[in-house]
């Protein structure tokens, strides 16, 4: 009989491909080669088994971002320049294909995010992951900038508030794009918002490769 994390994974797949809604119970059971009784008594229920998905496969899209956010703040916070930061602190940890290596699997992320949609409408917890995600990227990118003035190395008369909203619906539009079309690279999307968002506030001169590496054109 396979275990609860093997029937999960099968689970994944089919919602991946078909929605939550248009997988049936009777077919998880078939495609997980179980008995009902064998189902029922890995999970009391469907939806205890679709709980057991969002958790296994949706919630980390929300946390693991933030997990790597907080390290690199943690890690480079004291000797780290504003702009080595922005990438390695805000958008990088962001990036799709970090969350497909967390799970392990290759996942396309049109299928994902129609899944991901279903999911905010049919559990209300991942309206809650979404918004305390969203809060948090906020919050990385508002202090990342905030430090950043501080330490003379972004201009003052930036509106940090409004410019972080900016900064992050430009970051929301890519990922929009990046569900018409799967083929975009949103690491390389992210690197040019990150150069012109650097142009725009930095008060150096530093020049910032496609790479994500940073050069003090000055010294």
């Known amino acids: 009989m396979k275990t609860e994390q093997e029937i999960l994974e099968i689970a994944f797949a089919l919602f991946l491909e078909k929605g939550f809604s248009e997988v049936s119970t009777n077919e998880l059971i078939r495609a997980a080669e179980l008995t009902k009784g064998g189902f029922y ?5 469907r939806e205890e088994l679709d709980q057991k998905v ?4 949706i919630h980390p899209f929300f946390t ?9 703040w943690e890690s480079k916070k004291q000797e780290a320049s504003t702009a080595e930061l922005i990438w ?3 958008f990088m940890p962001q990036r799709f294909v970090n969350f497909k290596e967390a799970l392990g699997k290759e996942i396309a992320f049109r299928n994902f995010y129609f899944l991901l ?3 905010m409408k049919k559990f209300p917890e991942v309206i809650c992951y979404f918004q305390t995600f969203s809060e948090e990227r906020k919050e990385c990118l508002y202090r990342i900038l905030e430090r950043g003035q501080k330490r003379g190395e972004v201009i003052q008369k930036i509106d940090l508030e409004n410019y972080v909203t900016m900064v992050l619906a430009m970051q ?10 799967d083929g975009i ?3 390389e ?13 930095s008060t150096e001169g530093l020049e910032i490769y496609m790479d994500g590496g940073v050069t003090n054109a000055v010294s």
């Not at 693991?64 to 690199?72: F, N, T, Y």
């Not at 929301?172 to 079309?181: M, N, S, T």
């Not at 999307?189 to 506030?201: A, G, H, R, S, V």
């Open 64 to 72: 693991e971002p933030v997990k790597r956010m907080q390290a690199v």
């Open 172 to 181: 929301d539009g890519i990922l929009a794009l990046k569900v018409l079309d």
């Open 54 to 57: 969002v958790e296994r496969f």
């Open 117 to 119: 949609y279903e999911s």
């Open 41 to 45: 008594y890995v999970f009391k229920s």
């Open 185 to 187: 690279d949103d690491e």
């Open 88 to 90: 390695k602190g805000f």
């Open 189 to 201: 999307k992210y690197k040019k918002i990150q150069n012109q968002m650097w142009k725009d506030i």
